[in-house]
């Protein structure tokens, strides 16, 4: 299909609601790469035997949905049974599903085996049926240091005591590093009190920010991709860069970094996901529609800088970040959104499939 073609079918397919796409889709087909995309996250929820209860009443209540993409992303310890459960020959006859039911991991770690405690690599996934990753999710891009305490652990170097005992270190050292002992030999001069407010700043710096580097989710989308998984790459700015107007200067640079050296090729494998992080979780505001168009059509535009128009037409990009049953519809109606990535409400049975069936009720 050209991409002049694509487009126009694309905005035909979305000024509709999911009740005439069946009929569009009778008449042309609805092209793969632009079919609506609705995925759970349901982060760290749900024992396997939960997962399984809720995957089943979202089915029942989705029964016949033929034309839209479902991903279903539980935590690892949920991916072998769910992927057990949802084969496509069960869900056709016991739903009427038909294959577009996607088991989703919710991370990866970027290395093929090795001494990596707790890390799950691409072929782990790959080998119990999962098809898609997301990578790059907010609550592991800036919430780890809150998680991890990366702030405290730097805040209690910055002493005067520790300084100078690293500065003998440093001096005594075989190889040395100069700059590092000019700037020890400045800070021990430092008064305490200023030491002590540079730690506290520090600190917090890294629990709000310190999580997964754009280079670190580089590797993991290589990784992904080189085993075959399509991913879900996610990227969005925080409350602060919006303020202080670098939403694009930020999404820019995570998604040039993330896709570095992805091949015109693998990139069909890519879904973007626009996850505003102050719009991420319980409580918070969803992004406005202007907000929403405003930064797929940013995200859409780079993705033809790097790629070029036929790829910009299809990639599917989605929205995250409180989708819920009663704002699904105006979402999914904005001319770049191709589905959403969905937290808290994919965990409530009625609100997911609900989201699922925009428009169908
Ligand atoms: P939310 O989460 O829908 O609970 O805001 C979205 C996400 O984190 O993917």
Redesign the pocket.
């Known amino acids: 299909m050209k991409a002049a073609n694509a487009r126009v079918f694309r905005n035909y397919y979305r000024q509709r609601t999911a009740n005439q796409w069946h009929k569009i889709e009778a008449e042309v087909g609805t092209p793969d790469a632009i079919r609506p995309f609705i995925a759970g996250?349901w982060?760290m929820n749900m024992i396997p035997k939960s997962g399984i209860a809720l995957a089943a009443r979202i089915f029942d209540q989705c029964r016949g949905i033929k034309d839209v993409d479902i991903g279903l992303a539980p935590p690892f310890t949920g991916l072998s049974i769910l992927g057990e459960y949802i084969k496509p020959d069960f869900l056709r006859s016991e739903y009427g599903l038909g294959r577009n039911v996607f088991l989703l991991a919710q991370d990866t770690f970027f290395e093929y085996k090795g001494a990596f405690t707790g890390e799950i690599s691409p072929e782990m996934l790959s080998a119990i049926g999962v098809d898609r990753v997301?990578i790059g999710?907010?609550?592991r891009r800036a919430n780890l240091g809150k998680y991890f305490g990366f702030g405290s652990s730097v805040a209690r170097r910055l002493t005067t005591s520790f300084l100078a005992h690293e500065l003998e270190e440093q001096k005594a050292a075989k190889t040395r590093d100069e700059q590092v002992i000019a700037a020890l030999e400045h800070l021990v001069g430092v008064k305490p009190e200023i030491l002590a407010g540079m730690a506290r700043f520090l600190e917090d710096e890294l629990k709000e920010r310190a999580g997964e580097s754009d280079e670190a989710i580089h590797r993991k989308v290589k990784a992904a991709l080189a085993q075959g998984l399509q991913v879900i790459l996610?990227c969005g700015e925080n409350w602060e860069a919006r303020a202080a107007h670098e939403t694009f200067h930020l999404l820019d640079r995570q998604i040039r970094i993330a896709l570095e050296g992805v091949s015109p090729r693998t990139i069909k494998e890519v879904v973007i996901?626009y996850?505003p992080v102050w719009?991420?979780?319980?409580g918070?505001e969803?992004a406005t529609p202007a907000q929403i168009s405003e930064v797929h059509d940013f995200l859409r535009n780079l993705i033809m800088d790097l790629y070029g128009e036929q790829t910009a037409a299809s990639i599917r990009i989605l929205y995250?970040?409180?989708?819920?049953p009663d704002n699904v519809i105006e979402i999914m109606m904005l001319s770049g959104v191709d589905g959403v990535?969905?937290?808290?409400?994919?965990l409530r049975a009625k609100d997911f499939s609900q989201i699922i069936r925009f428009g169908l009720d």
């Open positions: 996250n982060k997301i999710h907010s609550d996610c996901a996850e719009a991420v979780g319980e918070a969803p995250g970040g409180n989708v819920k990535l969905v937290g808290g409400a994919s």
